[in-house]
């Protein structure tokens, strides 16, 4: 029986009749409003970033020309926020432009000076200070490497200076400027740049160097964010690429450190091309796959991490070139980077530039050198007690470990390295020798003399030292994984001179092909999953030490002919220069198109 005849319905309630609006008013601001004022901030960051940072105040001749006249410091205060952008233009118009460099002190950063030379040459200088075309043929590029730890003396410190020679040598015009947060003067940098890695610069080079201290270097580090490090990190690299662009706008950015967090500002704010250089993913697939829901809490990790994730993915978006280090960082960046059209492998460079040949073997220390930074992934601890095992077995040999010191940190885990050899595993001083911020000729000393080479990091992603270790003679000893396991101890062919395709992504050795040692540890994340028959770290050790004479040369000959093919500085030179200049291509696109030509005039 149908009672909807007789069924009245009340009003609806006023409280409900708000609620429902508030809620429409909600969907309302969630769909549109919150995408409207993003679209806004958006426009607002790239339409006006540019001029307020670039473009000089209407008076900054009169400054300039005052301070060319009387030598007096033009005082940076009354600027605000386009000092950066007259600083820009002393660089541009310098005979000298590292002159213009910023104080390692940010209490002496206020002023200015003009350079001794530039006021010799007043009229040539004003003259060059002036905005040019993009078709000027005369025109100066600044090429800005953003490596916040360009002191710390590592593998990716020297990919940097390699980089920086290299471009310098590509124009007579180009100008390399470094982003350091280091607070020290350019030229102890560069003095130690000369003693870690022999990169010396000419004095027609240095005075191309220009060295742009950042003070807020301590948001991108670890230890700053304890939790959610991750989003911290890059949230810092941010704030970090707004102090650089603040400083001094360059016509490229080359970051060489892996900040890529740094590129939707560069991109969106200056537009600019942006060349990068990637030692590894700051996240990868690997390391979500690992992540076993059992709990909320790891429920909340894993959405963390994909988040993340997919804001690595957004960015790469924003790169025009782009390079990585090894076949492993190839692999998961092309993945995560699938929007960049070309990710090329480009080995870092290892400080050869000549071809190496052996006949025989060479006298040698039984010394055991192993040259890594003191940081925890370098695994020092696991090779202590690996070299205890070993020690117990062969009393004949010494281990050397080499690596630069970056913090207090790393001077604590240095002490805590030798409480366990010395007091915990009772190793002889005498047999453990631990070195700190070895000179350049000291670990060339210790390469020339040692026999073994090792390199303990699980998962490194290339592993310059273990090319190092080959090119001086020494027989390589590494972790089965990633760069080590993919790019440098491969089976390789002496006769044809190229890598064995036993298996791409799994290669193996045997004595017939074998380039180095390959180990595992129970220590390993991915141990468990592991089927491959290697040994560990000691009993390595120990099959090393009992290679004959014949065994050993026939290794080293291999391992000198993987270094040639694939390892040589010169290779790493040519790759560099085309990449800079197509990037210096890209720059004058850039200038001309993607700027709408508004500002040029002034830029």
């Not at 006949?359 to 039984?366: G, H, M």
């Not at 592993?463 to 390789?492: K, N, Q, R, T």
């Not at 694939?566 to 993607?594: G, H, M, P």
């Amino acid at each position: 029986m149908d009672f909807s005849d007789k069924l009245t319905f009340p009003d609806m309630p006023v409280e409900e009749t708000e609620t429902g609006s508030k809620v429409a008013l909600f969907g309302l601001v969630r769909w549109f409003l919150l995408p409207g004022i993003l679209l806004f901030f958006y426009l607002l960051f790239s339409k006006v970033y540019l001029r307020w940072r670039v473009v000089t105040p209407n008076n900054w001749k009169r400054y300039v020309t005052k301070a060319v006249a009387t030598g007096e410091p033009i005082n940076t205060t009354p600027l605000h926020a386009k000092a950066g952008a007259v600083r820009r233009r002393l660089i541009l118009g310098s005979r000298n432009p590292s002159y213009y460099s910023t104080a390692a002190d940010p209490t002496k950063d206020k002023f200015i000076e003009i350079a001794k030379e530039d006021r010799a040459n007043a009229k040539e200088f004003i003259n060059e200070i002036l905005p040019k075309t993009a078709y000027d043929v005369s025109r100066k590029i600044i090429f800005g490497f953003f490596h916040p730890f360009c002191n710390a003396g590592g593998g990716g410190e020297r990919v940097l200076w390699q980089g920086v020679k290299t471009t310098l040598k590509v124009d007579d015009k180009n100008i390399c400027l470094i982003y350091t947060g280091d607070l020290v003067t350019g030229d102890e940098i560069l003095d130690n740049v000369a003693r870690n890695f022999g990169i010396s610069f000419t004095d027609v080079e240095r005075p191309r160097l220009v060295f742009i201290h950042l003070y807020k270097r301590k948001y991108v580090e670890a230890q700053y964010w304890p939790r959610l490090t991750l989003v911290g990190q890059a949230f810092g690299s941010m704030l970090l690429t707004l102090e650089a662009l603040q400083k001094v706008i360059p016509d490229v950015w080359v970051d060489t450190m892996g900040y890529p967090f740094s590129y939707p500002l560069v991109r969106v704010g200056v537009k600019i091309p942006i060349v990068t250089y990637t030692h590894y993913p700051i996240i990868s697939t690997d390391m979500l796959n690992k992540i076993k829901i059992n709990s909320i809490k790891t429920l909340a990790k894993k959405i963390y991490w994909w988040g993340f994730m997919l804001a690595y993915k957004f960015v790469g978006y924003f790169v025009d070139i782009a390079f990585v280090n090894s076949s492993w960082t190839s692999n998961h960046m092309k993945k995560i980077w699938a929007s960049v059209s070309t990710i090329k492998t480009l080995y870092p460079p290892i400080g050869i530039d000549k071809k190496i040949t052996l006949d025989s073997v060479s006298p040698r220390e039984k010394i055991i050198l192993y040259i890594a930074q003191f940081r925890p992934e370098k695994r020092h601890e696991l090779l202590i007690n690996e070299f205890s095992k070993f020690f117990q077995l062969d009393k004949s040999y010494k281990l050397v470990m080499i690596g630069s010191i970056r913090s207090k940190d790393d001077e604590d885990r240095v002490d805590f390295l030798k409480d366990l050899a010395y007091k915990k595993k009772g190793i002889p001083e005498e047999n453990l020798v631990i070195i700190k911020n070895a000179s350049y000729s000291v670990i060339q000393d210790y390469l020339s003399k040692a026999e073994i080479g090792v390199n303990a990091m699980w998962n490194e992603h290339f592993g310059i030292a273990i090319v190092e270790y080959m090119f001086s003679g020494l027989l390589p000893l590494a972790h089965a994984s990633s760069g080590p396991y993919l790019d440098i101890c491969v089976p390789w062919s002496l006769d044809k001179g190229e890598q064995l395709s036993v298996n791409s992504s799994k290669p193996t050795s045997d004595d017939s092909n074998r380039t180095g040692y390959l180990f595992i540890s129970e220590e390993d994340p991915d141990f468990e999953a592991r089927t491959e028959p290697f040994l560990s770290l000691h009993e390595a050790l120990l099959d090393i030490s009992k290679l004959s004479q014949e065994l050993k040369l026939e290794i080293l000959k291999r391992g000198a002919s993987v270094v040639n093919s694939k390892f040589q500085d010169n290779v790493f030179n040519e790759n560099w220069k085309k990449a800079i200049t197509d990037a210096t291509k890209l720059e004058q696109v850039y200038r001309i198109s993607k700027r709408d030509g508004e500002v040029e005039q002034l830029f």
